[in-house]
Each structure stands twice: as structure tokens, then as C-alpha cells.
């Protein structure tokens, strides 16, 4: 099982940058893919950046590409989402979340059904 606690949210200004760390606990933790989702009040919670247990691969939705980056560090069991060129549409709360199933249908797994484990979120909020 596994532990996910995030932070590094805040309040921040467009253009501005900031970056969210997931901290997880359990031994097993460099043997999980790991997704971050958003979801803003109203909407339904979505895939913003993925990455393979090993950081080989990582994936993006196409509103976050270019200024997003995730990474990862399994001697510290921490996933990491460096965030860019803030606009007041990336406000929402930020989650971590943990699964075994890296792809889905051939495709890097987006769907928030299939992650097993989520922390308690962060809250961002971009003023413009």
C-alpha cells in the first residue's frame, strides 16, 4: 500500500511558476507509475502529466504541454510537478495519485479510475 502526501500549492500570479511535490510512503513506491490530476470546482477531476515507475516516460495533456514537467526521485520516494507559465485556467486542486497499470488500451493510463492510491490534494490558484 501506499501513502501520498502532496504540497507546494499556493497562491501565485499568471506567468508566474510553482512547483508541487508528492511525497509517498511504503517501500514499494519506485515500482508505481504516477499520474497528477486537477479539478476545479465544477469539473471533473483530469489528467494533467503521468510518468513511469522508472522516469523513463513521461506524459502530458495537451492544455499542460510545454509547461508542465513531472520527474521523479525513488531514493526519496517523490514525484515532483514543476509547473510554468501559470494561467488563471490551471486553478484547481492538484492530486497525486499511484497505479500498477502504466498503459491502458496502448495508451499511458489517463483515466483516474484506474490509479489506485490518491493523496489529499493541494490547492493552486493562479490570480490574473
Known amino acids: 500500500q501506499v501513502q501520498l502526501v502532496e504540497s507546494g500549492g499556493g497562491l501565485v500570479q499568471a506567468g508566474d511558476s510553482l512547483r508541487l511535490s508528492c511525497a509517498a510512503s511504503?517501500?514499494?513506491?519506485?515500482?508505481?507509475?504516477m499520474g497528477w490530476f486537477r479539478q476545479a470546482p465544477g469539473k471533473e477531476r483530469e489528467f494533467v502529466a503521468g510518468?513511469?515507475?522508472?522516469?523513463?516516460?513521461?506524459y502530458f495533456a495537451d492544455s499542460v504541454k510545454g509547461r508542465f514537467t513531472i520527474s521523479r526521485d525513488n531514493a526519496k520516494n517523490t514525484v515532483y510537478l514543476q509547473m510554468s507559465s501559470l494561467v488563471p485556467e490551471d486553478t484547481a486542486v492538484y492530486y497525486c495519485?499511484?497505479?500498477?497499470?502504466?498503459?491502458?488500451?496502448?495508451?499511458?493510463?489517463?483515466?483516474?479510475?484506474?490509479?489506485?492510491?490518491w493523496g489529499q490534494g493541494t490547492q493552486v490558484t493562479v490570480s490574473s
Open positions: 495519485a499511484a497505479t500498477r497499470t502504466t498503459y491502458d488500451g496502448g495508451d499511458f493510463n489517463t483515466r483516474r479510475n484506474n490509479y489506485d492510491y
Open positions: 511504503g517501500h514499494t513506491f519506485k515500482w508505481y507509475t
Open positions: 510518468i513511469t515507475w522508472s522516469g523513463g516516460s513521461t
